[in-house]
């Protein structure tokens, strides 16, 4: 869990805790309807409808972040980067990398705990949505950072086997229609060695906090979202979404299943958020 002291983020680990209540998985689905928030769709659909969500969104994703989290989100990615401590040789490639956030701080990062060694880092960041992209090349330009931009789907990636040492997904993997076919798709990416993290939202255990973010979750979200960015919908997909995401637990065993090693996952504030990772050992 992260605490704040004297302005400095402290990152204390919770018990792993086992959330079954929220995740539905009494409801099967077949394998032509899936989950889009708490409505069920046609397999087909998904992609599509999470494009629309996430255009509508793109030219204020950046400060709903900020506001719906209360910062919170930065500090939950600097301690992803800071997870995986890339060295002055990494290769990352950021799935899902939306505006660029992740991609950003990696670079920062490298530059930061290497800076007599390294060239520019090799960073590609992948999304599906063009808007998205486009909000995060303008961020970069406007930080004279420079990152590769390519648009596809995390579940059919564009890229040889074996071409990146990091692999990174911050607040993506949900959003996709097949989680499997994700982790496959980073598996094959990945080098021997090389080390796969995601950032996902996750579930509180506690009984008391988790009334507490449900309504904030349900009452107060979807209206920012309709207060500030005029979007009811889009927000109100989101807060169902991180409910449809399997519980910290059942997510490790499919990163495993696909067949990464050494794989964890810490809990930050109270469960709401989770840092999953492994490695490719061969
Ligand atoms: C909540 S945003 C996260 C963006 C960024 N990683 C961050 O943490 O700020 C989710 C992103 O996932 C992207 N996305 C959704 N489904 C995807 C898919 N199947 N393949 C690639 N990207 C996808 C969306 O377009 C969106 O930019």
């Known amino acids: 869990m992260f605490l704040l002291n004297r302005g400095k983020a402290i990152v204390l680990s919770c018990a792993s805790i086992s959330q079954a209540s929220y995740y539905t998985t009494a409801k099967r689905l077949d394998e032509n309807y899936t989950h889009f928030g708490y409505k069920t769709v046609k397999t087909e659909e998904k992609a599509g409808r999470v494009l629309d969500v996430f255009s509508s969104v793109a030219s204020k994703y950046d400060m709903m972040n900020d506001v719906m989290s209360g910062g919170l989100h930065r500090l939950w990615k600097d301690r992803m980067i800071q997870k995986l401590n890339p060295d002055n040789k990494a290769v990352l490639l950021d799935c899902a990398g939306g505006t660029g956030d992740i991609a950003f701080r990696f670079v920062n990062y490298v530059e930061r705990q290497h800076s007599q060694f390294t060239d520019h880092p090799n960073v590609t960041v992948c999304d599906i949505n063009n808007d998205i992209l486009e909000v995060g090349k303008s961020r970069a330009l406007e930080r004279g950072v420079s990152l590769n931009w390519v648009c596809s789907n995390a579940e059919e990636l564009p890229f040889p086997d074996q071409s990146f040492t990091c692999y990174t997904i911050a607040f993506g993997i949900r959003n996709c229609t097949n989680i499997s076919k994700v982790l496959q798709e980073a598996y094959r990416v990945l080098r021997p060695g090389g080390r796969f993290v995601c950032l996902e939202f996750s579930?509180?255990?506690?009984?008391?906090?988790?009334?507490?973010?449900?309504?904030?979750?349900?009452?107060?979200?979807?209206?920012?979202?309709?207060?500030?960015?005029?979007?009811?919908?889009?927000y109100q997909y989101l807060v169902e979404s991180i409910r449809k995401f399997p519980a910290a637990d059942e997510f490790k065993q499919m990163i495993s299943n696909v067949g990464f090693k050494v794989v964890a996952y810490e809990p930050l504030t109270f469960g709401t958020c989770a840092i999953h990772s492994g490695f490719r050992l061969k």
Do not use: C, R
């Open 203 to 234: 579930h509180v255990s506690n009984p008391i906090l988790s009334k507490i973010y449900d309504t904030y979750s349900f009452q107060v979200i979807p209206v920012m979202g309709e207060v500030i960015a005029g979007d009811w919908n889009s």
